[in-house]
């Protein structure tokens, strides 16, 4: 028996409005995590010595990984986007 039988309209509305705004909140701290892990890996990729100020070779490696992460992320969210409006027709 679903948990949800026992509901009326309006409490089924709110359980999937609960529901979808958890959804999102989980998504969010996901990207977060990704975003930290990335942050990670572009410095340990690009920053041999942290200094008063960056070097040519290391703003430009900075700014190559920030871009190809932005590049990523634009493609999943637009993936996801697609996703979404699919399962919602």
């Not at 701290?29 to 410095?43: E, I, K, L, P, S």
């Not at 041999?48 to 999943?76: A, H, W």
Request: hydrophobic share 35%.
């Amino acid at each position: 028996m679903d948990s949800f039988d026992n509901l009326s309209a309006s409490e089924k509305a709110e359980a999937t409005e609960l529901q979808r705004m958890i959804a999102i909140e989980q998504q969010k701290a996901q990207f977060q995590a990704q975003v930290h892990t990335f942050t990670d890996v572009c410095w340990d990729k690009c920053v041999d010595s942290p200094g008063s100020k960056l070097d040519y070779r290391t703003e430009t490696c900075l700014q190559n990984c920030v871009e190809r992460f932005i590049d990523t992320t634009l493609m999943i969210t637009n993936r996801f986007s697609q996703m979404v409006q699919k399962g919602g027709h």
